[in-house]
């Protein structure tokens, strides 16, 4: 395993005791939740985009589609949420294989397309099937006892198991890119017909982060059904994905936690917004999308190694 | 008189509807395979340009009291240099990147201009009427043809198969061609191939914009016309294979009218049969129906 300087060490352990002490200070843990379940999303995303080097336009249907899940399964068996929580990673991963074994066949541009187009067809079951609950999407889903022993109803509590499972989640995803799994996907990313010259099956390793990733999806919207209570459509629209794209954009494509400050920003600048400035708020967006395009790229965690680098070096 | 079960009336009706629709698919996909083979640039923004045409086209009208037919010119060459500006400004700057930042860009370029237009005229559409000339229907025996729907699809196969020509037996097709090809080596014959570029872009939004309008009398003119389309469009691209002009017009056209039949038969499944086909289409021919393999 890489190791890290010790800087970066007593960065993520001041970060973890601050996040531990979070809501004890005040701060509220439902944003807090909402923050932890998005920079899961990103960081889920992160490992496709910026280690595999796959641009997937569609991850809302694993963000959506495991929400509905999990939230149905938790309404209608009266499942503990870990097992809801298990049945909304698994429905994502397999829905993940599906899209997968079809979109993997192409490159680039046409993956980033059919990952779309599935994505919509996705968002249009849940709106048309009946257990969706349609326009009006999931309500009143209960957070239950966690084992059956815990109860999860006050925030508090319901913040530390999301923070258990987000760290978790973080340490698993470094895991695996540092391995030497993690090693081929960087391989592919650099450049494929090199990998398959030297004998890597490349379609394989491409589907099993893909599968990773929809599952670690998928984990992020059931987590995010338990936090607030509903699923519903905007989950699954195309502009989650938009906004997943941006979050790990903003953040640092290919960093370890780009993902999780990009997410942090978008949703405490939508939490800051939203009463305020209606519409606004998407051309916010769309402007911080299009600057990050033009001008800022490596992503603010990006930027911020090279410059630490440039200047090690001089 | 009933065919399958459906009364004939209804049948040619949903066929006609399928072919509107199909028209439009054509031309935005038209419009999305030629900007993608000259730039290299998937423009996420193809569905804002043609919502925008068809404001253009309202805004004329209600502002400045406009007419539909000098709208069906001069609101695609609004478009057409905001298309130039946005070429200029910001893609310029993209063509040596990966083409994924291309796509990324004009989806916030996309995000941008709904916003804004969500934000001035809220998200319910505007009605823009029928120009008086196309008003009311034929009848042809066998079913009322709408003027204005006739209208629509003899324009649009008009404008493609224009471009087509224009694309395929042209010296300027020619060169437009060569240029996505071999830029550099274009360039040392003396054709200016980015002020060419810069006007495919244009021409591109036009083409769109010019749908916008066709689309105004029928469809509601509101900020997220362009999103709920473009996907599809994406899909008709995929399916026909982005390097084809004429795969991109055909398959609009069938796929149109495929969603229509679908209408008749499985209304729920209306919304998702395009995404369905391309699925099926991708197991059997990933470079889709007409595309040349990579």
């Known amino acids: 395993m890489k190791k890290l300087s010790n800087s970066t060490r007593l960065t993520y352990a001041v970060l973890l005791a601050l996040a531990v002490v979070a809501p004890l200070v005040g701060l509220y843990p439902v944003f807090l939740m909402k923050l932890l379940c998005f920079a ?130 973080f340490l698993g995803i470094s895991r695996i890119v540092h391995s030497p799994f993690g090693q081929v996907l960087k391989m592919i990313r650099e450049n494929e017909p090199r990998a398959i010259s030297l004998g ?72 800051l917004l939203a009463d305020k400035v209606g519409s606004w708020v998407t051309v916010i967006i769309g402007v911080i999308f299009v600057v990050c395009v033009l001008a800022f790229r490596k992503g603010i965690v990006g930027e911020l190694h090279a410059t630490l680098v440039r200047r090690l070096r001089a | 008189m009933e065919i399958f079960g459906i009364p ?26 030629v900007i993608f083979g000259l730039l290299g640039v998937v423009n996420f923004a193809h569905g804002t340009l043609y919502m925008l045409g068809a404001f253009a086209a309202w805004i004329l009208l209600d502002k400045f009291g406009v007419n539909y037919w000098v709208s069906l010119l001069v609101a695609p060459l609004i478009v057409g240099a905001l298309g130039v500006v946005i070429e200029r400004l910001f893609l310029r700057h993209l063509y040596k990147l990966d083409p994924l930042y291309g796509l990324l860009l004009t989806f916030g370029l996309t995000l941008i201009f709904e916003g804004v237009f969500r934000e001035i005229y809220g998200a ?22 709408p003027n204005y729907r006739a209208w629509v699809v003899f324009a649009s196969l008009t404008v493609c ?19 996505t090809e071999n830029s550099a080596l274009v360039q040392t014959f003396g054709v200016n191939v980015p002020m060419m570029v810069m006007l495919t872009y244009g021409a591109g939004a036009a083409l769109a914009a010019l749908a916008g309008v066709l689309a105004a009398p029928i469809i509601q003119v509101s900020p997220m016309m ?69």
């Not at chain 1, 893909?210 to 059931?222: I, K």
């Not at chain 1, 209570?229 to 938009?242: K, N, V």
């Not at chain 2, 008749?264 to 499944?269: C, G, I, K, L």
């Open chain 1, 200 to 271: 890597y099956q490349t379609d394989r390793y491409k589907l099993v982060a893909f599968v990773l990733s929809a599952a670690l999806a998928g984990l992020a919207g059931s987590l995010k059904t338990l936090v607030m209570g509903f699923a519903t459509l905007s989950d699954a629209h195309w502009s989650m994905s938009g906004e997943v794209i941006l979050m790990t954009l903003l953040g640092g494509v290919g960093t370890l936690f780009g993902p999780v400050l990009g997410a942090g920003i978008v949703i405490a600048l939508q939490n």
């Open chain 2, 124 to 145: 319910s559409g505007q009605s823009y009427p029928v120009p008086e000339l196309l008003q009311g229907a034929t009848d042809l025996g066998f079913m009322f043809l």
């Open chain 2, 226 to 294: 362009g999103s709920n389309l473009i996907i599809v469009v994406f899909a008709v691209v995929v399916i026909g294979g982005m390097g084809s002009i004429m795969g991109s017009i055909l398959t609009g056209l069938a796929l149109g009218v495929v969603e229509g039949m679908t209408r008749v038969f499985y209304p729920e499944a209306s919304n998702i049969v395009v995404f369905v086909i391309m699925v099926l289409v991708l197991m059997v021919r990933p470079a889709g129906l007409f595309g040349k393999e990579a």
């Open chain 1, 40 to 169: 899961l999303f990103a960081c889920a995303f992160n490992l496709l985009l910026g280690f595999t080097g796959l641009l997937s336009f569609g991850h809302a249907a694993f963000f959506g589609s495991a929400a509905y899940i999990s939230g149905h399964m938790i309404k209608t068996y009266a499942l503990t949420p870990e097992w809801g929580l298990l049945a909304g990673t698994v429905g994502a991963g397999l829905i993940g294989l599906v899209v997968g074994l079809v979109a993997i066949r192409r490159q680039g541009i046409y993956f980033a397309m059919i990952t779309l187009a599935i994505a919509q067809m996705v968002y249009f079951l849940c709106l048309q099937l009946p257990q969706t609950g349609g326009e009006d999407g999931l309500q009143s889903v209960p957070r239950g006892e966690l084992f059956g022993l815990i109860s999860l109803a006050s925030d508090t509590s319901m913040y530390y198991l999301v923070l258990a499972i987000f760290v978790a989640c």
């Open chain 2, 161 to 179: 198969f224009g471009t087509w020509y224009l694309i395929e037996r042209t010296r300027l097709g020619a060169y437009l061609r060569a240029g």
């Open chain 2, 8 to 33: 004939h009336q209804a049948f040619m009706g949903q066929i006609l509807l399928g072919l509107v629709n199909g028209a439009f698919y054509a031309m935005l996909s038209l419009g999305l395979a």
